[in-house]
């Protein structure tokens, strides 16, 4: 096993289009982990939740959050974030610019407008999530 470089893990976020699993803390403690899709921009990871989901509402208590993106296929790579949301903007432009944009990156950039629509709908808010500390290894299994 190696330590990634900087270099290597954001170029590793970019590129890999398996979505994140975010881990949050509910209010009575119970740990919570469920897919979504991010787009890495810098020092920040923009995406999106919907106002009720479990993870949104965790995070509107306590904003820390723990996103990991891993490579399915020998020899495995991974990435661990630990960070914070900085807050939650439900302006329904901004929402569906980034739903399209993050839609365009996970279905393919000729269905953007289609995410767009499907998914910057009121309810759905945009959160940026501020890198705080990052572990990343790569050749797991060499």
């Known amino acids: 096993m190696e330590k ?4 290597e893990w954001r170029q590793f976020l970019e590129e890999h289009r398996s979505p994140a699993i975010a881990a949050v803390t509910r209010p009575d403690g119970r740990p919570h982990a469920s897919p979504l899709w991010i787009y890495p921009t810098g ?5 999106t939740m919907f ?3 479990v993870r949104t509402r965790a995070l509107m208590i306590d904003p ?3 996103l990991v993106v891993q490579d ?27 739903a399209g944009k993050l ?3 996970y279905m393919g950039e000729d269905r953007t407008e289609e995410f767009a629509e499907r998914n910057g709908i009121p309810g759905e808010w945009l ?8 572990r990343a290894d790569k050749n797991i299994t060499d």
Request: glycine share 8%; proline share 4%; hydrophobic share 40%.
């Open 4 to 7: 990634m470089t900087e270099i």
């Open 43 to 47: 020092d920040e990871i923009i995406m």
């Open 51 to 53: 106002h009720t989901a």
């Open 64 to 66: 820390r959050m723990t």
């Open 72 to 98: 399915d296929a020998p020899p495995y790579r991974y990435v661990v974030i630990e960070g914070r949301v900085s807050g939650f903007e439900k302006d329904l432009d901004t929402v569906r610019y980034w």
């Open 103 to 105: 839609g365009g990156r």
């Open 127 to 134: 959160t940026r999530f501020v890198i705080n500390h990052v």
